[in-house]
Antibody, heavy 118, light 107 residues
Framework: QVQLVESGGGVVQPGRSLRLSCAASGFTFSSYAMHWVRQAPGKGLEWVAVISYDGVSEDYVDSVKGRFTISRDDSKNTLHLQMNSLRVVDTAVYYC???????????WGQGTMVTVSS | IVLTQSPGTLSLSPGERATLSCRASQTVSSTYLAWYQQKPGQAPRLLIYGASSRATGIPDRFSGSVSGTDFTLTISRLEPEDFAVYYCQQFGTSPLTFGGGTKVEIK
């Protein structure tokens, strides 16, 4: 069935790096734009980044520009989020999501928790 | 674009009607407005896209509408499984944004 499975979360100190992955199955991964969305503990949803279906274009929320990089490996049906210079405020559950129609999030992963703490 | 959802919390009983509001700070085409449901410990689930089209498998007690910059999600008769947090989202203008959410709780 259609599935997204995130991995790579954990506890990291401020200023350090972490790389999240999202393994896709059950659909033609290379045909879809993919996103990362995060949710701080007890808070709402915040869109983080998008990569186009062909990997040509990317976009980020201002608060992560220059620190986070989204990428995709269509040969492995995997989405990545490289997070550098992490801050305490980046602490959240990170979800990957498939989008259609430009930004409707049809399919979500179960999320992976990132905790930035000294 | 800032999406303001109201009320923050809605306390209702099963069988009652729920009306959730989402107001945009700028014009959002109805094409680019979606609603999601999130239960504790779970990922969000798509309910409505294009402001009024139900996603696959969503019961018809869920409906969406729009009037100007005001979007509404209506649950005609609340079932026990409908008590959750609901978010609106716009994707017509970058950055994509979500509203702050409305929690529908059991009264």
């Amino acid at each position: 069935q259609v599935q997204l499975v995130e991995s790579g979360g954990g506890v990291v100190q401020p200023g350090r790096s972490l790389r999240l992955s999202c393994a896709a199955s059950g659909f033609t991964f290379s045909s879809y734009a993919m996103h990362w969305v995060r949710q701080a503990p007890g808070k709402g949803l915040e869109w983080v980044a998008v990569i186009s279906y062909d990997g040509v274009s990317e976009d980020y929320v201002d608060s992560v520009k220059g620190r986070f990089t989204i990428s995709r490996d269509d040969s492995k049906n995997t989405l990545h989020l490289q997070m550098n210079s992490l801050r305490v405020v980046d602490t959240a559950v990170y979800y990957c999501a498939q989008s259609t129609a430009g930004g409707v999030f049809d399919i979500w992963g179960q999320g992976t928790m990132v905790t930035v703490s000294s | 674009i800032v999406l303001t959802q109201s009320p923050g919390t809605l306390s209702l009983s099963p069988g009652e009607r729920a009306t959730l509001s989402c107001r945009a700070s700028q014009t959002v085409s109805s094409t680019y407005l979606a609603w999601y449901q999130q239960k504790p410990g779970q990922a969000p689930r798509l309910l409505i896209y294009g402001a009024s089209s139900r996603a696959t498998g969503i019961p018809d007690r869920f409906s969406g509408s729009v009037s100007g910059t005001d979007f509404t999600l209506t649950i005609s008769r609340l079932e026990p499984e409908d008590f959750a947090v609901y978010y609106c989202q716009q994707f017509g203008t970058s950055p994509l944004t979500f509203g702050g959410g409305t929690k529908v709780e059991i009264k």
